[in-house]
Structure formats: C-alpha cells, structure tokens
C-alpha cells in the first residue's frame, strides 16, 4: 500500500511531498524533497511515519497510489 503526499502551490499546480510505503517492517516515509532523506526506521501507523514537514493533515493533501 502507498501513499503520495503533495502540496498545493498558489498557482494552482501541486508539489509531491514524499510517499507513505507500507511493507512488511510496517511504515516508511521517502520524500521527493532534495533536502530530506528517507525515515530510517518502520513504524506501525501511516501518520507515525510521517516527518512534520509534511503538515499532514491540514497543509497537504494525500491519495492512495498502486504500485507498479
């Protein structure tokens, strides 16, 4: 299961955040910012895995993604 994380700008287009993977060690974060680096280590929720950065729920928007 992923998730995408993006961020409307005040044009109107989107920035991608990062992505929530689940696997079998449980959560994860990899963001799609230059700056930050992937979560080093799996937690059991989505929201527990998410840096604040990401302003989750209030400044970001999420939607479920498949993969592949």
Known sequence: MTYRFTRRLNDGSTYV????VR???GWRFLPNVA???PSRKAHKTMQACLPRW??????CES????RG
């Open 17 to 20: 955040l990062g992505h929530a």
């Open 23 to 25: 696997n079998e060690a």
């Open 35 to 37: 700056s930050r680096k």
């Open 54 to 59: 990401v302003g989750y729920p209030d400044h």
């Open 63 to 66: 939607e479920e993604v498949s």
